[in-house]
């Protein structure tokens, strides 16, 4: 099975079936008990032929692999395009019809090329650049209409995006989140029917059998439905922090790297988004 993200990719490091677009992790020798083994004769992807996937990781042979340090860097390149972006765009771009419409542009352009790079078999740094670009004019946008008419949402929106990557990030590591194939499966399904609601309620929405948004009301159902969709983002981001933790472990070529760098920028952006809405319903409803 193979997915990264809520709405773009399809793939991690893992060129072989394996949960989450990897095989099942590497840190430990099947025969040790390693919770997420399967497979005790899969290989790894990066090793030399001939390596079992039961033996612990070999040491490189070159030093052109994938580090954290790799990771972080492209992560931090491209968010802060995304960042530069709604910068540019928030100064820019006054609230107005025009702006509405370059905002709407910008995130099909963003989509499309999110959904071209999730289907290539190599990263291109300068497709994942050009959707953070976009992605950012269209944040920009959006947040300052949200702005306009919730002062200080995006600000408290982009806090608790972070709170949600920090205690993420802090579960995972702690170990009270095993990311095995089981836990991954279940939550791409609860995903998957997640959009498929959602794509029916913007059916009925545009046909005009549900008002006021229908599940995606400024009320207390609409709270809901945000407080589950960023659930799932944070579902998301642990994915991406076992592919990461996996395509090091294995010897990842360093420009997959970039492709943690996607995934993470898309389910962050995507936790963004909701908590812009949950912030401005929770504040409509002082």
């Given at each position: 099975?193979?997915?990264?993200?809520?709405?773009?990719?399809r793939?991690?490091?893992?060129?072989?079936?394996g949960?989450?677009g990897?095989?099942?992790?590497p840190?430990?020798?099947y025969a040790?008990?390693n919770?997420?083994?399967?497979?005790?004769?899969?290989?790894?992807?990066?090793?030399?032929?001939g390596?079992q996937?039961?033996?612990?990781?070999?040491?490189?042979?070159?030093?052109?692999?994938?580090?954290?340090?790799?990771?972080?860097?492209?992560?931090?390149?491209t968010?802060?395009?995304?960042?530069?972006?709604?910068?540019?765009?928030?100064?820019?771009l006054?609230?107005?019809?025009?702006s509405?419409g370059l905002?709407?542009?910008?995130?099909?352009?963003?989509?499309v090329?999110?959904?071209?790079?999730?289907?290539?078999?190599?990263?291109?740094?300068?497709?994942?650049?050009g959707y953070?670009a976009?992605e950012?004019?269209?944040?920009?946008?959006?947040s300052?209409?949200?702005?306009?008419?919730?002062?200080?949402?995006?600000?408290?929106?982009?806090?608790?995006?972070?709170?949600?990557?920090?205690?993420?990030l802090?579960?995972?590591?702690?170990?009270?989140?095993?990311?095995t194939?089981?836990y991954?499966?279940?939550?791409?399904?609860?995903?998957?029917?997640?959009?498929?609601?959602?794509?029916?309620?913007?059916?009925?929405?545009?046909?005009?059998?549900a008002?006021?948004?229908?599940?995606?009301?400024?009320?207390?159902l609409?709270?809901?439905v945000s407080?589950?969709?960023?659930?799932?983002?944070?579902f998301?981001?642990?994915?991406?922090?076992?592919?990461?933790?996996d395509?090091?472990?294995?010897?990842?070529?360093?420009?997959?790297?970039?492709?943690?760098?996607f995934?993470?920028?898309?389910?962050?952006?995507?936790i963004?988004?909701?908590?812009?809405?949950?912030?401005?319903?929770?504040?409509?409803?002082?």
């Amino acid at each position: 099975m193979r997915s990264s993200n809520p709405v773009f990719s399809r793939r991690g490091f893992s060129r072989d079936n394996g949960y989450a677009g990897f095989n099942t992790a590497p840190q430990a020798g099947y025969a040790q008990g390693n919770p997420y083994a399967q497979n005790p004769y899969a290989q790894n992807p990066y090793a030399q032929q001939g390596v079992q996937y039961g033996a612990p990781p070999q040491a490189p042979v070159t030093t052109d692999r994938m580090t954290m340090d790799d990771v972080v860097v492209r992560s931090a390149m491209t968010l802060g395009t995304v960042a530069l972006g709604a910068v540019i765009a928030w100064a820019l771009l006054p609230v107005s019809a025009t702006s509405y419409g370059l905002a709407i542009g910008s995130g099909l352009i963003a989509v499309v090329l999110a959904l071209v790079q999730s289907f290539k078999r190599t990263p291109s740094p300068a497709l994942i650049l050009g959707y953070a670009a976009f992605e950012g004019v269209f944040l920009g946008v959006i947040s300052e209409i949200y702005n306009s008419r919730w002062q200080g949402a995006p600000f408290q929106a982009v806090l608790g995006t972070m709170a949600v990557l920090g205690a993420t990030l802090l579960v995972y590591k702690a170990g009270w989140i095993r990311v095995t194939a089981r836990y991954a499966r279940m939550g791409i399904a609860i995903a998957m029917a997640f959009m498929v609601v959602m794509a029916v309620n913007l059916l009925l929405v545009v046909l005009g059998v549900a008002e006021n948004g229908g599940l995606r009301s400024f009320g207390p159902l609409g709270a809901l439905v945000s407080i589950v969709s960023i659930l799932l983002g944070a579902f998301y981001l642990t994915l991406d922090f076992k592919q990461i933790e996996d395509g090091i472990a294995y010897g990842a070529p360093r420009n997959e790297a970039w492709l943690a760098a996607f995934g993470l920028t898309v389910a962050l952006v995507w936790i963004y988004t909701e908590m812009l809405r949950l912030v401005a319903i929770f504040t409509n409803s002082d």
